[in-house]
């Protein structure tokens, strides 16, 4: 009678634990389940390929920087001149007035033409 009745029990405990899996297994392929399953995957997949190509612009960036400091070394550049200072034209209608002449207003020096015939 004790083997029959352990029988039984194992038996039992071995169905409910393959329903169990079984059930669990059915969960995880429905529609709902695997697009999850993909979408958190494809996010993963996102954040490491963003990560790599941070990690390769941050090396490239570094890469050029040390080149550059070497090619400056090797031709002699060692002092950065900085862009020279734009050059400003005095207002033409403040020449005349000497109050202006002391201290005068001026104008950029643009490149667009104010001359409507130069394209025709």
């Known amino acids: 009678m004790f083997r029959r009745t352990f029988w039984f029990t194992t038996g039992v405990a071995a169905g409910v634990w393959a329903t169990t899996k079984v059930n669990r297994k059915l969960r995880q392929l429905t529609p709902e389940s695997l697009a999850a399953t993909a979408a958190n995957k ?3 997949t ?3 390929l963003k990560d790599r190509a941070v990690g390769f612009a941050l090396d490239v960036r570094e890469n050029m920087a040390q080149r ?3 090619l400056e070394d090797a031709l002699g ?3 950065d001149p900085g862009l020279p200072a734009p050059r400003r034209f005095a207002a033409l ?3 005349s007035n000497p ?3 002391s201290n005068p207003k001026y104008i950029e020096n643009t490149t667009y033409s104010y001359n409507r015939n ?3």
Request: charge should be negative; avoid cysteine.
């Open 42 to 44: 494809a996010l993963e």
């Open 118 to 120: 130069e394209d025709h």
């Open 68 to 70: 550059e400091a070497e």
């Open 77 to 79: 550049i060692h002092a």
């Open 93 to 95: 209608e403040n020449s």
């Open 46 to 48: 996102g954040a490491r």
């Open 99 to 101: 109050q202006d002449r």
